[in-house]
Protein backbone atom coordinates (compact mmCIF):
# COMPACT_ATOMS: atom_id res chain seq x y z
CA UNK A 1 0.00 0.00 0.00
CA UNK A 2 1.91 2.94 -1.42
CA UNK A 3 0.85 6.36 0.52
CA UNK A 4 -0.76 9.17 -1.58
CA UNK A 5 1.94 11.74 -3.05
CA UNK A 6 0.54 14.59 -1.89
CA UNK A 7 0.40 13.20 1.93
CA UNK A 8 4.09 13.33 2.82
CA UNK A 9 4.14 17.16 2.08
CA UNK A 10 0.92 17.61 3.82
CA UNK A 11 2.01 15.88 6.76
CA UNK A 12 5.12 17.85 7.17
CA UNK A 13 3.23 21.29 6.57
CA UNK A 14 0.42 20.21 9.19
CA UNK A 15 3.28 18.91 11.75
CA UNK A 16 3.75 22.22 12.50
CA UNK A 17 0.15 22.86 14.01
CA UNK A 18 0.58 20.59 16.34
CA UNK A 19 -0.68 21.89 19.66
CA UNK A 20 0.60 19.96 22.60
CA UNK A 21 -2.15 17.86 24.84
CA UNK A 22 -0.49 19.78 27.94
CA UNK A 23 -1.43 23.27 26.43
CA UNK A 24 -4.99 22.87 26.33
CA UNK A 25 -5.03 20.49 29.58
CA UNK A 26 -3.89 23.68 31.59
CA UNK A 27 -6.54 26.06 29.57
CA UNK A 28 -9.39 23.93 30.58
CA UNK A 29 -8.12 23.64 33.95
CA UNK A 30 -7.55 27.67 34.02
CA UNK A 31 -11.68 27.60 33.05
CA UNK A 32 -12.55 25.13 35.61
CA UNK A 33 -10.56 26.74 38.86
CA UNK A 34 -12.85 30.30 37.25
CA UNK A 35 -15.90 28.30 37.53
CA UNK A 36 -15.44 25.88 40.31
CA UNK A 37 -16.28 28.44 43.38
CA UNK A 38 -20.39 29.12 41.48
CA UNK A 39 -20.35 25.23 40.87
CA UNK A 40 -19.96 24.27 44.19
CA UNK A 41 -21.80 27.28 45.60
CA UNK A 42 -24.69 26.37 43.51
CA UNK A 43 -24.10 22.59 42.87
CA UNK A 44 -28.09 21.97 42.80
CA UNK A 45 -28.18 23.28 39.86
CA UNK A 46 -28.11 20.95 36.81
CA UNK A 47 -26.69 23.61 34.27
CA UNK A 48 -23.58 23.69 36.27
CA UNK A 49 -23.12 20.28 36.96
CA UNK A 50 -22.61 19.71 33.31
CA UNK A 51 -20.37 22.55 33.19
CA UNK A 52 -18.48 20.95 35.84
CA UNK A 53 -18.92 17.47 34.20
CA UNK A 54 -17.90 18.89 30.81
CA UNK A 55 -14.71 20.67 32.26
CA UNK A 56 -13.03 17.44 34.32
CA UNK A 57 -13.94 15.24 31.49
CA UNK A 58 -12.11 17.58 29.08
CA UNK A 59 -9.10 17.51 31.24
CA UNK A 60 -9.15 14.03 31.56
CA UNK A 61 -9.22 13.53 27.91
CA UNK A 62 -6.16 15.36 27.46
CA UNK A 63 -4.08 13.34 30.26
CA UNK A 64 -5.21 10.50 29.30
CA UNK A 65 -4.51 10.89 25.46
CA UNK A 66 -1.18 12.40 25.92
CA UNK A 67 1.29 9.90 24.70
CA UNK A 68 3.39 9.66 27.84
CA UNK A 69 0.26 8.81 29.35
CA UNK A 70 -0.94 6.13 27.11
CA UNK A 71 2.38 4.70 27.32
CA UNK A 72 2.40 4.45 31.08
CA UNK A 73 -1.28 2.95 30.96
CA UNK A 74 -0.55 0.08 29.18
CA UNK A 75 2.79 -0.33 30.87
CA UNK A 76 0.99 0.15 34.27
CA UNK A 77 -1.73 -2.46 33.29
CA UNK A 78 0.25 -4.87 31.61
CA UNK A 79 -2.39 -4.75 29.03
CA UNK A 80 -1.27 -3.87 25.35
CA UNK A 81 -3.83 -0.59 23.82
CA UNK A 82 -5.76 -0.87 26.80
CA UNK A 83 -5.56 2.89 27.04
CA UNK A 84 -7.44 3.28 23.77
CA UNK A 85 -10.88 1.75 25.04
CA UNK A 86 -10.31 4.55 28.60
CA UNK A 87 -9.63 7.04 26.38
CA UNK A 88 -12.40 6.63 24.24
CA UNK A 89 -14.77 6.38 27.16
CA UNK A 90 -13.89 9.76 28.84
CA UNK A 91 -14.41 11.26 25.25
CA UNK A 92 -17.80 9.45 25.19
CA UNK A 93 -18.73 10.76 28.33
CA UNK A 94 -17.31 14.31 27.30
CA UNK A 95 -19.76 14.28 24.49
CA UNK A 96 -22.56 13.48 27.01
CA UNK A 97 -21.50 16.44 29.23
CA UNK A 98 -21.77 18.85 25.68
CA UNK A 99 -25.19 17.47 25.39
CA UNK A 100 -26.45 17.63 28.93
CA UNK A 101 -24.63 21.17 28.74
CA UNK A 102 -27.27 22.23 25.54
CA UNK A 103 -30.26 20.44 27.16
CA UNK A 104 -30.37 22.55 30.50
CA UNK A 105 -29.21 25.03 28.95
CA UNK A 106 -31.85 25.36 26.24
CA UNK A 107 -34.61 24.95 28.97
CA UNK A 108 -32.96 26.94 31.68
CA UNK A 109 -33.56 26.31 35.26
CA UNK A 110 -36.31 23.96 34.59
CA UNK A 111 -34.81 20.95 36.31
CA UNK A 112 -38.12 18.91 36.53
CA UNK A 113 -39.43 19.51 33.31
CA UNK A 114 -40.20 16.19 31.40
CA UNK A 115 -38.32 17.11 28.48
CA UNK A 116 -35.75 17.95 30.02
CA UNK A 117 -35.77 15.06 32.37
CA UNK A 118 -36.68 12.44 29.17
CA UNK A 119 -33.19 13.84 27.19
CA UNK A 120 -31.25 14.18 30.25
CA UNK A 121 -32.46 9.98 30.54
CA UNK A 122 -31.68 9.67 26.76
CA UNK A 123 -28.29 11.13 26.25
CA UNK A 124 -27.16 9.07 29.65
CA UNK A 125 -28.53 5.95 28.40
CA UNK A 126 -27.46 5.92 24.90
CA UNK A 127 -23.59 7.54 26.05
CA UNK A 128 -23.36 4.61 28.73
CA UNK A 129 -24.80 2.30 25.81
CA UNK A 130 -21.84 3.16 23.88
CA UNK A 131 -19.01 3.39 26.57
CA UNK A 132 -20.51 -0.34 27.63
CA UNK A 133 -20.25 -1.50 24.09
CA UNK A 134 -16.75 -0.37 23.85
CA UNK A 135 -15.61 -2.12 26.46
CA UNK A 136 -17.10 -5.26 24.48
CA UNK A 137 -15.51 -4.68 21.65
CA UNK A 138 -12.06 -4.13 22.70
CA UNK A 139 -12.40 -7.58 24.81
CA UNK A 140 -13.28 -9.33 21.70
CA UNK A 141 -10.35 -7.82 19.43
CA UNK A 142 -7.14 -9.10 19.20
CA UNK A 143 -5.00 -6.18 19.48
CA UNK A 144 -1.10 -7.40 20.24
CA UNK A 145 0.81 -4.71 18.86
CA UNK A 146 1.19 -1.27 21.12
CA UNK A 147 -0.07 1.66 19.01
CA UNK A 148 0.73 4.91 20.58
CA UNK A 149 -0.02 7.58 18.17
CA UNK A 150 -1.69 5.76 14.90
CA UNK A 151 -3.66 2.71 16.47
CA UNK A 152 -7.26 4.17 14.21
CA UNK A 153 -5.04 3.55 11.54
CA UNK A 154 -3.35 0.73 12.20
CA UNK A 155 -6.22 -1.21 13.26
CA UNK A 156 -8.67 -0.05 11.21
CA UNK A 157 -9.14 -3.24 9.38
CA UNK A 158 -9.34 -5.50 12.28
CA UNK A 159 -12.79 -7.23 13.45
CA UNK A 160 -14.37 -5.67 16.34
CA UNK A 161 -11.51 -2.79 17.21
CA UNK A 162 -12.65 -1.37 13.50
CA UNK A 163 -16.19 -1.11 15.02
CA UNK A 164 -14.92 0.08 18.01
CA UNK A 165 -13.24 3.19 16.25
CA UNK A 166 -16.19 3.63 13.89
CA UNK A 167 -18.73 3.80 17.21
CA UNK A 168 -16.84 6.15 19.45
CA UNK A 169 -16.38 8.48 16.59
CA UNK A 170 -19.97 8.70 15.39
CA UNK A 171 -20.79 9.27 18.87
CA UNK A 172 -18.14 11.97 18.87
CA UNK A 173 -19.75 13.76 15.41
CA UNK A 174 -23.03 13.34 16.02
CA UNK A 175 -22.46 15.24 19.60
CA UNK A 176 -20.44 17.85 17.71
CA UNK A 177 -23.08 18.82 15.33
CA UNK A 178 -26.00 18.82 17.57
CA UNK A 179 -23.96 20.97 20.14
CA UNK A 180 -22.52 22.90 17.50
CA UNK A 181 -25.38 23.79 16.02
CA UNK A 182 -27.78 24.80 18.76
CA UNK A 183 -24.52 26.79 20.42
CA UNK A 184 -24.47 29.27 16.85
CA UNK A 185 -28.33 29.44 17.23
CA UNK A 186 -27.94 30.72 20.81
CA UNK A 187 -25.19 33.49 19.59
CA UNK A 188 -28.23 34.84 17.53
CA UNK A 189 -30.77 35.47 20.75
CA UNK A 190 -31.53 39.39 21.42
CA UNK A 191 -30.58 40.49 24.90
CA UNK A 192 -27.37 38.60 25.89
CA UNK A 193 -24.53 40.10 27.46
CA UNK A 194 -21.71 41.14 25.49
CA UNK A 195 -19.08 38.84 26.91
CA UNK A 196 -21.54 36.43 27.51
CA UNK A 197 -21.96 36.63 23.73
CA UNK A 198 -18.00 36.29 22.97
CA UNK A 199 -18.14 33.44 25.26
CA UNK A 200 -20.58 31.64 22.96
CA UNK A 201 -18.77 32.31 20.01
CA UNK A 202 -15.57 30.66 21.14
CA UNK A 203 -18.26 27.66 22.55
CA UNK A 204 -18.79 27.55 18.90
CA UNK A 205 -15.78 27.70 17.28
CA UNK A 206 -14.75 24.91 19.55
CA UNK A 207 -17.63 22.79 19.00
CA UNK A 208 -17.36 23.21 14.94
CA UNK A 209 -13.82 22.67 15.37
CA UNK A 210 -14.26 19.14 16.97
CA UNK A 211 -15.85 18.34 13.89
CA UNK A 212 -12.69 18.46 11.99
CA UNK A 213 -11.35 15.77 14.62
CA UNK A 214 -14.02 13.38 13.57
CA UNK A 215 -13.75 13.99 10.16
CA UNK A 216 -10.30 13.39 9.59
CA UNK A 217 -9.79 10.35 11.31
CA UNK A 218 -13.27 8.57 10.49
CA UNK A 219 -11.53 9.83 7.01
CA UNK A 220 -8.32 8.19 7.58
CA UNK A 221 -10.13 5.40 8.78
CA UNK A 222 -12.01 5.04 5.61
CA UNK A 223 -8.91 5.43 3.65
CA UNK A 224 -7.43 2.50 5.21
CA UNK A 225 -10.97 0.08 4.45
CA UNK A 226 -10.17 1.21 0.87
CA UNK A 227 -6.48 0.60 0.15
CA UNK A 228 -4.93 3.99 0.15
CA UNK A 229 -2.84 6.02 3.46
CA UNK A 230 -4.10 8.70 4.73
CA UNK A 231 -2.92 8.36 8.30
CA UNK A 232 -1.32 11.97 8.74
CA UNK A 233 -4.97 12.95 8.85
CA UNK A 234 -4.74 10.36 11.92
CA UNK A 235 -1.58 11.19 13.58
CA UNK A 236 -1.59 15.26 12.61
CA UNK A 237 -4.57 16.78 11.77
CA UNK A 238 -7.27 15.31 14.39
CA UNK A 239 -4.83 16.08 17.18
CA UNK A 240 -4.36 19.29 16.07
CA UNK A 241 -7.55 19.71 15.85
CA UNK A 242 -8.75 18.24 19.30
CA UNK A 243 -5.79 20.55 21.19
CA UNK A 244 -7.39 23.81 19.46
CA UNK A 245 -11.24 23.08 19.95
CA UNK A 246 -10.76 22.75 23.39
CA UNK A 247 -8.47 25.60 24.19
CA UNK A 248 -11.35 27.42 22.21
CA UNK A 249 -14.10 25.33 24.55
CA UNK A 250 -12.18 26.50 28.15
CA UNK A 251 -11.80 30.11 26.77
CA UNK A 252 -15.54 30.31 25.55
CA UNK A 253 -16.16 29.47 29.40
CA UNK A 254 -13.12 32.27 30.43
CA UNK A 255 -14.07 35.30 28.50
CA UNK A 256 -17.58 35.86 29.86
CA UNK A 257 -16.17 35.48 33.63
CA UNK A 258 -12.74 37.12 32.97
CA UNK A 259 -14.23 39.73 30.82
CA UNK A 260 -16.84 40.95 33.56
CA UNK A 261 -13.98 40.58 36.20
CA UNK A 262 -11.97 43.02 34.31
CA UNK A 263 -15.05 45.20 32.86
CA UNK A 264 -15.76 45.90 36.46
CA UNK A 265 -12.54 46.37 37.73
CA UNK A 266 -11.82 48.91 34.63
CA UNK A 267 -15.35 50.88 35.92
CA UNK A 268 -14.17 51.08 39.49
CA UNK A 269 -10.74 52.88 38.46
CA UNK A 270 -12.62 54.87 36.13
CA UNK A 271 -14.98 55.88 38.98
CA UNK A 272 -11.91 56.05 41.49
CA UNK A 273 -9.91 58.39 38.63
CA UNK A 274 -13.47 60.49 38.01
CA UNK A 275 -13.75 61.23 41.83
CA UNK A 276 -10.39 62.99 41.69
CA UNK A 277 -10.92 66.59 41.08
CA UNK A 278 -13.47 66.49 43.82
CA UNK A 279 -11.36 64.80 46.29
CA UNK A 280 -9.08 67.32 45.59
CA UNK A 281 -11.33 70.32 46.08
CA UNK A 282 -12.46 69.24 49.53
CA UNK A 283 -9.28 68.29 51.01
CA UNK A 284 -8.94 71.87 52.53
CA UNK A 285 -12.14 70.96 54.80
CA UNK A 286 -11.12 67.77 55.38
CA UNK A 287 -7.59 69.12 56.61
CA UNK A 288 -5.34 66.55 54.43
CA UNK A 289 -5.23 63.78 52.06
CA UNK A 290 -7.57 60.56 52.09
CA UNK A 291 -5.87 57.22 53.37
CA UNK A 292 -3.95 56.13 50.79
CA UNK A 293 -2.75 52.23 50.96
CA UNK A 294 -0.46 50.61 48.05
CA UNK A 295 -1.33 47.53 48.40
CA UNK A 296 -4.95 47.94 48.49
CA UNK A 297 -7.58 46.79 46.40
CA UNK A 298 -9.58 48.84 43.86
CA UNK A 299 -12.27 48.05 45.75
CA UNK A 300 -10.76 49.49 48.83
CA UNK A 301 -9.48 52.58 47.26
CA UNK A 302 -12.54 53.47 45.47
CA UNK A 303 -14.53 52.87 48.87
CA UNK A 304 -12.03 55.13 51.06
CA UNK A 305 -12.02 57.98 48.54
CA UNK A 306 -16.35 57.61 48.60
CA UNK A 307 -15.83 57.97 52.06
CA UNK A 308 -13.27 60.83 52.54
CA UNK A 309 -15.48 62.93 49.83
CA UNK A 310 -18.69 62.02 51.85
CA UNK A 311 -17.36 63.27 55.47
CA UNK A 312 -15.36 66.42 53.94
CA UNK A 313 -19.11 67.01 52.37
CA UNK A 314 -20.74 66.56 55.81
CA UNK A 315 -18.44 68.87 57.51
CA UNK A 316 -18.74 71.40 54.66
CA UNK A 317 -22.49 71.40 55.01
CA UNK A 318 -23.14 74.66 57.32
CA UNK A 319 -21.29 76.48 54.45
CA UNK A 320 -23.29 75.41 51.74
CA UNK A 321 -26.21 78.15 50.55
CA UNK A 322 -28.98 76.73 49.00
CA UNK A 323 -30.60 80.08 47.25
CA UNK A 324 -27.50 79.46 45.41
CA UNK A 325 -27.79 75.87 44.17
CA UNK A 326 -31.17 77.00 43.03
CA UNK A 327 -30.21 79.87 40.87
CA UNK A 328 -27.25 78.20 39.40
CA UNK A 329 -29.92 75.14 38.80
CA UNK A 330 -31.73 77.91 36.46
CA UNK A 331 -28.66 79.63 35.15
CA UNK A 332 -27.46 76.06 33.65
CA UNK A 333 -31.24 74.90 32.19
CA UNK A 334 -30.85 78.89 30.85
CA UNK A 335 -27.38 77.58 29.04
CA UNK A 336 -29.54 74.93 27.66
CA UNK A 337 -27.86 72.03 29.21
CA UNK A 338 -30.11 68.87 30.29
CA UNK A 339 -31.40 68.53 33.60
CA UNK A 340 -28.99 65.95 34.83
CA UNK A 341 -26.21 67.82 33.58
CA UNK A 342 -27.57 71.25 35.54
CA UNK A 343 -28.65 69.59 38.67
CA UNK A 344 -25.03 68.49 38.87
CA UNK A 345 -23.05 71.81 37.77
CA UNK A 346 -24.88 73.47 40.31
CA UNK A 347 -24.39 71.42 43.01
CA UNK A 348 -20.68 71.76 41.87
CA UNK A 349 -21.06 75.90 41.67
CA UNK A 350 -22.76 75.66 45.02
CA UNK A 351 -19.56 73.36 46.45
CA UNK A 352 -16.82 75.42 45.68
CA UNK A 353 -18.30 78.65 46.57
CA UNK A 354 -18.54 76.89 50.48
CA UNK A 355 -15.27 75.85 50.02
CA UNK A 356 -14.19 79.61 48.82
CA UNK A 357 -16.41 80.72 52.59
CA UNK A 358 -15.63 78.41 54.56
CA UNK A 359 -11.23 79.85 53.55
CA UNK A 360 -12.39 83.32 53.99
CA UNK A 361 -15.02 82.94 56.51
CA UNK A 362 -14.86 79.81 58.98
CA UNK A 363 -17.94 81.20 61.20
CA UNK A 364 -20.38 82.27 57.94
CA UNK A 365 -23.12 80.00 57.19
CA UNK A 366 -25.79 79.26 54.79
CA UNK A 367 -29.32 78.74 54.65
CA UNK A 368 -29.39 75.48 56.70
CA UNK A 369 -31.36 73.68 53.94
CA UNK A 370 -29.20 72.71 51.29
CA UNK A 371 -30.10 69.54 49.49
CA UNK A 372 -26.89 67.72 50.93
CA UNK A 373 -28.51 63.98 49.91
CA UNK A 374 -28.05 64.74 45.85
CA UNK A 375 -24.66 65.63 47.16
CA UNK A 376 -23.67 62.72 48.62
CA UNK A 377 -25.49 60.19 46.32
CA UNK A 378 -24.22 62.05 43.60
CA UNK A 379 -20.80 62.71 43.98
CA UNK A 380 -19.55 61.37 40.83
CA UNK A 381 -21.93 63.08 38.78
CA UNK A 382 -20.71 66.52 40.22
CA UNK A 383 -16.84 65.49 40.18
CA UNK A 384 -17.36 65.18 36.34
CA UNK A 385 -19.08 68.43 36.73
CA UNK A 386 -15.90 69.98 37.83
CA UNK A 387 -13.99 68.83 34.67
CA UNK A 388 -16.27 71.43 32.90
CA UNK A 389 -14.61 75.03 33.90
CA UNK A 390 -16.14 77.01 31.06
CA UNK A 391 -19.59 76.23 31.75
CA UNK A 392 -18.90 76.35 35.79
CA UNK A 393 -17.58 79.76 35.05
CA UNK A 394 -21.02 80.41 32.75
CA UNK A 395 -22.86 79.25 35.36
CA UNK A 396 -21.07 81.05 38.44
CA UNK A 397 -21.51 84.24 36.20
CA UNK A 398 -25.03 83.67 35.46
CA UNK A 399 -25.99 82.83 39.17
CA UNK A 400 -24.32 85.54 40.56
CA UNK A 401 -27.16 87.67 38.79
CA UNK A 402 -30.05 88.29 41.43
CA UNK A 403 -33.35 86.44 40.88
CA UNK A 404 -35.29 89.82 40.15
CA UNK A 405 -32.61 90.92 37.20
CA UNK A 406 -33.11 87.80 35.74
CA UNK A 407 -37.03 87.92 36.03
CA UNK A 408 -36.89 91.67 34.63
CA UNK A 409 -34.40 90.78 31.60
CA UNK A 410 -36.94 88.16 30.85
Not at 167 to 192: C, E, F, K, P, Q
Not at 346 to 365: G, K, M, Q
Not at 383 to 393: F, G, M, P, R
Request: aromatic share 8%.
Amino acid sequence: MSPHPLAPVAAASITGLYVSFWLPGLVLTAALVIKLPSILKLWRDPLLRAVAGLLLFACAVFVFAAPSTIAWTNRVTGVPNIAAPWVYSLLTALCASWLLLVVHWRNGRTERNARTRRATRWVVCAYAGVVALLWVLFALADVPVEQIRDLDTYYATTPYMREMILLYLLGHMVASLITSRLVWNWIRTDGLDAWLRWGLRFLGAGFATNLLFSVAKLTAVVARWTGHDLDWLNTNIAPSAACIAATLVAVGFIVPHAGQYLHERWLMRRRHRALRPLARLVRTVAGGREPLALRATPEMRLIRRETFIRDALLQLARFLDEELRVRAHEAALGLGLERGRAQALAAAVTILDAVETRRNDPDAAGTGDTDTLYLLQEIQAVSEALHHTDEIKAVRAAAAVPAESMSTHE
